[in-house]
């Protein structure tokens, strides 16, 4: 009801700095939840069954919980020797890890009892349509490991399968996608374990997921790509294998609060904006503190039933103002009262909204041209930019990693949005992985907003990107192997 105040109200269609302030009050004063909710929508039943229809139909989508068990792995530079990894231990103690299984072919070991074992009852089990043949195929010797985007706080495999299907099919791979556990409940270090002893329990129990795991690949989007990234740096640290390839679309390399020009994008960007991206931060990082000072804590529920009631009498208003224009269009709006965050009522008279509401400080001084006043937003917000040390630790920002754990990386293909926030965050790593002679490829799509994976359906140009990282991870199974002082972790 928030967005329909938004876009229905008669003021806001014939006023684009009302319908900008508007915007600010609804950004500003909802919490994580709110936001948390609205990523969720594709995962609503109603989306959920529009996107089924349209999306490649698959014989294997189950979702299975991993028990938290220890693990011996082989040591990557000495096979003949082990390394033992713990189940995910933080905050909470020893806990398993839900993952969805997705194999457009049905394959050896996918239907084995000990898999089907896993699988949770409350999930989708196997999809085996009439139009497919029971026989099971042989073992693939490529695997997909995916981990979800969502601001480390949202979304889970349910959001993403829609084109995970379709990838599945194209490569003909089976795909893992992990469903971490999600901030602010579970704040880092939780999710990097989770995902760090799901990607261990796949390399170990790849024929379960029909995969011999020869060629292995991270994929992940904005969150879920700085997991690819910073699980690839726990295994080198461990002394495990590595992935053979990292694609990563739009990832989060550096979760502190530094300004960058691609930031600023987010002042003005609908799906992610500013304080959202602090709000995600902070609750990732596990400071408790709101990153934005609502001038009021409403429920979600109870937030939109204010925003129906003042729907209704700004319509009203706006209209009013709006039928005046038409009628002399030099005469001045009518009167009427804005509420600011800080929970002030002004007036919207006025010829300039910086005359009405601000005062000129002492030592500013004014250098613009003349006749000409500078817009500012009566709606000020109270932002507190997170401050933690956790937020340069090299696992949360891993474009602040040591060289000795970025040199022990496989190939790593970004693909990043021109109208992304985290743009910097792409350009800014792989450029630091060019300097360090690490195989890297960085490539920049044109006029795509952040989250474009997850609307790859929606447009032809979506549908390119995707495509795009369909083939950077083709490249990845089709690469020639390394010698194998090069798969040593931590070795140049």
Known sequence: MAALSFFTSGKYVVDPELRGEEFERITQNLDMQFWKTFWNLTESELLSSLTRISSSVVQVNVTLTVPAEGLSLPLASDPNLSVAVNPPLAHWGPGPVNVRLISHTLRQGQDSAELLALSRPEGPQLSLPGSFNRQTAPLSPCLIIHFHGGGFVAQTSKSHENYLKSWSKDLNVPILSVDYSLAPEAPFPRALEECFYAYCWALKNCHLLGSTAERVCLVGDSAGGNLCITVSMRAVSHGVRVPDGIVAAYPATLLTTDASPSRLLTLIDPLLPLIVLYKCIDAYAGANCQSVQPAQHLDT?????????????????????????????????????????????????????????????????????????????????????????????????????????????????????????LLDDSVMFAKKLRNMNQPVTLTVVEDLPHGFLSLFQFSKETQEAADLCVKRIREVFQQEELPADKRQPGLN
């Open 301 to 421: 529920l109870t937030a939109l039933g204010q925003d129906t009631v003042k729907m209704l009498s700004n319509f009203a208003q706006g209209a009013s103002n709006w039928l005046q224009t038409l009628i002399d269009p030099k005469a001045p709006p009518s009167s009427s009262a804005t509420t600011s965050s800080n929970g002030a009522t002004t007036s919207s008279n006025g010829p300039s909204p910086s005359k009405s509401h601000y005062v000129k400080r002492p030592e500013e001084v004014q250098d613009y041209p003349e006749n000409f006043e500078p817009l500012r937003s009566r709606c000020l917000a109270d932002i507190q930019t997170p401050r933690t040390p956790i937020m340069k630790n090299p696992f949360v920002s891993p474009l602040l990693a040591p060289d000795n754990l970025l040199k022990g990386l496989p190939p790593v293909h970004i693909v990043a949005s021109a109208l992304d926030a």
